[in-house]
């Protein structure tokens, strides 16, 4: 058991926790990160745009996802723990750092205790792991996009290299995207390809609509699974769907050019989306009673407080970023409500409340 009470514990280190710890330390809080980064694979979506710069970022020119992720390192540990005196009381206040993967977070009266991995998780030993205690928690910890069934690794173990001809191809400019906000602009009037099934992939094809009308829907061997109001606007929008299992992939170097069907017919293409769903990096959560939607997110109040399913705040806990059920999963949009969620959190802890 790690002695110390933080005011406020961040899970997750990209946009959005970054953001609420640093607004929480200027308030003169003392705040622990801990970023499951240095001791996993486990990065936020913008971490896989490695050669696609974000033009539309405030405070940070233009970067990629890989640079954003040490620019956010940088400013963090910019901030390190002093002691501060304010009205006669010494307090800590600023940011500590560790690298580490939530395990289960229980309660302790008023206090919540974060068990956490800070060694490597490996199938031949077991976690090392510290206990941390905060007063408030900020869960900020984002999600695993679900990639495609292509050329899949069944006897790997991690993610990463499960699908490691799938992340070979991820993050470039003539590679996997996963947001066609984020990256549409590079493939105006372009042929493009979306992998997915069900209503979800047509949204995907819905958004990428405004700039291109030169769309192929994937299927990968499955039915399409659209209801028939969305199939028929699909025809309607004459977007292609391909329900051919997709062998493996055609590149060069780490450009995706297209695709190898299971019939032999070659496929290529300027742009490649995926829509296959997402994993909340919520597992820490487990026998909390919390309110989620249909993928597992997290809702939360205009306070950024994590609700139950009654939609009753729950008590210390907040979130911000991707985890959050709604909005955009955008960096501006992580930013801001790391930073709601720092504010608020803080606020809470405050000893006098305004007067009703």
């Known amino acids: 058991m790690n002695e110390t009470i933080y005011d406020v514990a961040v899970i997750g280190g990209s946009a959005a926790g970054a953001q609420a710890a640093i607004s929480a330390s200027q308030q ?11 001791i996993s694979h486990r990065e936020g979506r913008a971490f896989w745009s490695k050669t696609v710069e974000f033009e539309d970022v405030p405070v940070f020119d233009a970067i990629t996802g890989p640079d954003f992720k040490k620019e956010l390192v940088k400013w963090v540990e910019g901030r390190p723990v002093s002691e501060v005196e304010i009205a ?7 940011i500590e750092r560790r690298g580490g993967v939530v395990l289960q977070i229980k309660r302790d009266g008023d206090v919540l205790l974060l068990e956490t991995s800070v060694s490597r998780m490996t199938r031949d030993r077991p976690p090392e792991v510290e206990t941390f205690q905060a007063s408030r928690i900020i869960v900020a910890s984002g999600f695993e996009d679900i990639w495609p069934d292509i050329e899949l690794d069944e006897s790997a173990q991690r993610m990463y290299e499960r699908y490691r001809a799938v992340f070979r191809y991820a993050g470039s400019r003539r590679g996997w995207h996963v947001c066609v906000r984020c990256d549409g602009h590079l493939h105006v009037n372009e042929e493009i390809a979306v992998v ?35 199939i028929a606007q699909v025809r309607e929008r004459k977007i292609k769907i391909d329900e051919r299992t997709i062998r493996k992939h055609i590149g060069d170097g780490t450009d995706l050019l297209g ?19 997402l994993i909340p990096n919520t597992q820490f959560l487990t026998g909390w009673q919390v309110k989620t939607d ?21 008590p210390g806990i907040y979130a911000a970023g991707d985890v959050v059920s709604g909005g955009r999963k955008l960096i501006t949009s992580a930013l801001g409500m790391g930073q709601n969620a720092g504010l608020c959190a803080t606020d809470s802890l405050r000893r006098w409340q305004y007067p009703e």
């Open 28 to 38: 003169m809080r003392h705040v622990l990160v801990i970023d499951a980064g240095p």
């Open 196 to 230: 997915g099934v069900g209503d979800a992939v047509y949204e995907t094809a819905y958004g990428a609509q405004d700039f291109t009308g030169r769309i192929t829907i994937f299927t990968n061997g499955r039915p399409h699974g659209m209801t028939e109001p969305v």
């Open 259 to 277: 695709f190898e069907m299971d019939d032999g017919e070659e496929l290529f293409f300027h742009g490649f989306w995926v829509d296959e769903g």
């Open 88 to 94: 006669g009381e010494r307090r800590l206040a600023g």
């Open 294 to 314: 249909a993928d597992g997110l997290l809702a939360v109040d205009d306070q950024n407080r994590v609700l139950d399913p009654s939609g009753s705040p729950v």
